[in-house]
C-alpha cells in the first residue's frame, strides 16, 4: 500500500528590477501568525476484525479517511540577516462507520481474542466499526536563507514531533464487541530545503522535508465479548519525505493564500492477529496529505 503538514519559508528574494524586498516575497514583517483550516486525508494501514465462514473479513476498514485539519503557525524573522526561526502546530481528525455482516451467534462469524489468538464466535446481532484516528504535532525550525537570481533558497533544521491515536470500537447488535486503540509518537528532527519566488505573479515558496523519528506504538484494548483486556508495545525508527507548497495573495487588505502538502511514512504501526497468539503490532508505510485556507491573523 502505497500512500501528506505544513509549509511557511521565510526567505529573501528578487522582485522584479531584482531590488531585494524584505527577507520574503511571503512577507516582509519581523513576526508574523497566521492560521490555516482545510482538509484532511489519511492512506493508513487497513484494519480488519473476524472472518465469516468462508474467510473474507466480518469487519473492516480500509482506513483511507478526509476529515478536517487547522494549523497555526509563528514566524519571527530577523531583518538584515539571513536567519528566522519558525513554529507550527497542526491537529487533524477523519472517522468513517462500516457495517459488516449479521451474526447468527453459531458460529457464521468468529474473531482471535487479542489476548489470546484463540477463536471466539461473535454473538448474533449485526456488526458494526467505527473508526477514529486523531493526528497533531508541532515543528520548530531554524531557517538560512541565500538570494539568488533564481530566487530565495533556503535549507535548515527542526524539531519536530508527531502523534496518531487511533480508535476502533466494534459492536454487535446493541452489545460492544471490541474496542482498540492503537497510539504511536514520532519524535525527532527534520533536515529541508526551500524556494522562494514568485509563481503566476503571486508570492510562493515550495519546501521539501525529510525527517527522521524515533516511534513509540502502544497498543491497548478493552474488556469485551472477545474476552479479557490486552495490550502491546513496540518501537522503531521510521523516516518521512514531506513537501509543501505555499501561495498567498492580498484579498481586501487581508492576506490569503493556499497551502497543499503531502507527507510519506515508511512506517505507521498496524494490528496484527494470529491464531493462537496475542494480538501484536506490525508497520506499513503511510500518506497524509492536507488543502489549506490559511488567513494572516
Known amino acids: 500500500m502505497s500512500r501528506i503538514a505544513f509549509s511557511l519559508t521565510l526567505v529573501f528574494c528578487l522582485i522584479g528590477t531584482g531590488k531585494v524586498w524584505g527577507q520574503s516575497t511571503i512577507s516582509n514583517s519581523p513576526f508574523e501568525l497566521s492560521t490555516g483550516q482545510g482538509l484532511w486525508g489519511a ?126 470500537n466494534s459492536t454487535v447488535g446493541a452489545a460492544d464487541l471490541l474496542r482498540e486503540k492503537l497510539d504511536s509518537d514520532f519524535r525527532g528532527g527534520k533536515g529541508f530545503v526551500g524556494w522562494d519566488g514568485c509563481f503566476c505573479g503571486h508570492p510562493t515558496n515550495i519546501d521539501l522535508l525529510f525527517g527522521f523519528y524515533d516511534m513509540d506504538a502502544t497498543y491497548g484494548s478493552e474488556a469485551g465479548t472477545l474476552g479479557p483486556e490486552a495490550d502491546q508495545k513496540m518501537t522503531k525508527n521510521v523516516t518521512t519525505i514531506e513537501t509543501n507548497f505555499t501561495t498567498r495573495r492580498d484579498f481586501r487588505e487581508i492576506q490569503v493564500g493556499t497551502t497543499f502538502g503531502i507527507t510519506y511514512f515508511t512506517d505507521l504501526p498496524m494490528i496484527e492477529r494470529n491464531a493462537n497468539q496475542p494480538v501484536s503490532i506490525g508497520t506499513e508505510d503511510a500518506v497524509t496529505l492536507k488543502f489549506l485556507f490559511e488567513i494572516l491573523l
Do not use: H
Open 43 to 168: 492512506l493508513l494501514p487497513a484494519y480488519s476484525l473476524g472472518e465469516d465462514s468462508g474467510g473474507a473479513p466480518a469487519l473492516s476498514d480500509s482506513m483511507d479517511a478526509l476529515g478536517y485539519q487547522g494549523d497555526l503557525k509563528a514566524v519571527r524573522r530577523f531583518l538584515g540577516t539571513r536567519t528566522s526561526f519558525e513554529g507550527r502546530a497542526f491537529y487533524a481528525t477523519a472517522e468513517s462507520t462500516a457495517n459488516g455482516g449479521d451474526s447468527d451467534g453459531a458460529g457464521n462469524l468468529t474473531a482471535l481474542s487479542p489476548s489470546t489468538g484463540t477463536s471466539e464466535v461473535i454473538p448474533a446481532g449485526a456488526t458494526r466499526l467505527r473508526s477514529d484516528v486523531e493526528n497533531y504535532g508541532f515543528d520548530i525550525l531554524l531557517r538560512d536563507t541565500w538570494i539568488t537570481r533564481f530566487g530565495g533558497l533556503s535549507a535548515g533544521c527542526a524539531f519536530s514531533y508527531i502523534g496518531f491515536d487511533q480508535t476502533f
